[in-house]
């Protein structure tokens, strides 16, 4: 007997088209909310009776501290979120020019990691002898840009002359720059170590100074903040506003359209595809300068492909990665409190980070598409037929 003699589908999708903004906006924040709820729905199943100590590590503690039973604003606790913000943030950017020309630069976490290593090799080798601590930071970040972007650049010259698949070419080049880094970091390891440790502690030759704020402390990260916003202004202007960015939305939209206009390709990925290095090498300069003070293979720890999904999540916009970046640093940051406080392994952290792109994810389907349920045929498939509907279907 046959049920569906049409061959009607039970289910049918179709594309969205006439979606209001503020409905947009509704799922997505509903999507936030319940990813967040179903962290903490994890944390009880993983720690009984640890919901509300989650929420509270959270929303509380990722922007205060609590001594002797008293909670307190933290500014400390604000300005490393910030940072932990700013570097996602700053990664997804560095990926965005290549992708909105569909070249596929999965290669963040290696070109980040070679920009950090070219400062290293400023920050040990020729800072004590500059002497200078302007003058050697600015020095970190030429040779940090000119790694990440050479760094990036391998793959696009063999996409250009021999078509190779980027995609695998530059995930490739990311375990390469591991294996480097890993390789220089036990060369130039300290005695009796096997890394090379924070570089120029007694001299702060090639770090970031200090910013003394308005609770009269000072801190670290506020300088890099300000240059990594200051970067976000300067792309999106770029990539909105100039001929440069126009062109390489053309290739990205269509390639024979491009050609067509007299656009030159080649030159266009490869001018794009060093873009995208040179502000992955900049961050690693930060991360070196600002932050860590040394290089090893963990120094980007897997954000250049979180940096790749917060890019796709964001459309490509400045502003929702931005957004997007600060979730994942939240949740990410939470989940490190709520750990050492509740008693867990703090690897659950990346399960709740997994589980906050899965849902978001999931979110993207429904704001794009409609799913269509064909009723009658769900009532056939449960319901007995009558002989009428036997014979008709006959």
Not at 127 to 133: A, L, M, R, T
Not at 317 to 327: D, H, K, Q
Not at 356 to 367: D, L
Not at 369 to 386: A, D
């Amino acid at each position: 007997m046959n049920k569906n003699p049409n061959k009607e589908p039970l289910i049918r999708i179709s594309r969205k088209s006439d979606l209001k903004g503020w409905v947009k906006a509704l799922i997505k924040v509903g999507a936030i909310v319940f990813a967040i709820l179903l962290c903490g729905i994890i944390s009880t199943i993983v720690k009984p009776g640890s919901f509300g100590a989650f929420f509270e590590n959270v929303f509380v503690k990722n922007f205060a501290s609590t001594r002797r039973g008293v909670t307190t604003f933290s500014l400390t606790k604000v300005i490393t979120l910030l940072w932990t913000t700013s570097i996602l943030f700053l990664i997804a950017l560095a990926v965005t020019p290549a992708f909105k020309m569909k070249f596929w630069n999965l290669g963040g976490e290696g070109q980040v990691l070679m920009g950090g290593f070219g400062a290293l090799i400023i920050m040990k080798f020729l800072g004590p002898k500059i002497g200078n601590n302007g003058g050697t930071i600015m020095l970190m970040l030429l040779v940090s840009v000119i790694f990440g972007a050479v760094w990036a650049l391998i793959p696009a010259i063999f996409k250009c002359l021999f078509n190779t698949n980027e995609t695998l070419f530059t995930l490739m080049l990311n375990y390469i720059a591991m294996a480097i880094v890993g390789f220089f970091s036990y060369e130039w390891r300290q005695q009796g170590g096997t890394v090379i440790g924070v570089v120029n502690s007694d001299t702060r030759i090639g770090w970031f100074d200090q910013v003394k704020l308005w609770d009269g402390n000072r801190y670290d990260y506020v300088i890099a903040i300000g240059v990594i916003i200051l970067i976000g202004i300067i792309i999106w202007s770029y990539l909105r506003f100039s001929k440069h960015g126009y062109e390489l939305s053309v290739v990205g939209g269509s390639r024979n359209t491009a050609i067509y206009v007299g656009i030159d390709l080649k030159f266009v990925v490869l001018r794009t595809v060093a873009l995208s290095g040179a502000i992955a090498g900049i961050c690693g300069w930060l991360l070196v300068s600002a932050g860590a003070h040394t290089v090893t293979e963990n120094l980007v720890n897997g954000r250049g492909f979180t940096g790749v999904l917060l890019a796709w999540l964001g459309h490509f916009n400045p502003l929702e990665m931005a957004g997007y970046s600060f979730l994942v640093a939240f949740v990410t940051k939470g989940g490190d409190n709520a750990a050492s406080v509740v008693g867990y392994s703090s690897f659950l952290t990346s399960v709740f980070v997994g589980v906050f792109f899965f849902i978001i994810i999931a979110s993207e389907f429904f704001v794009n598409f409609n799913v269509h349920i064909n009723k009658k045929l769900l009532r056939r498939f449960f319901k007995k037929e009558s002989k009428d509907e036997i014979k008709e279907a006959k």
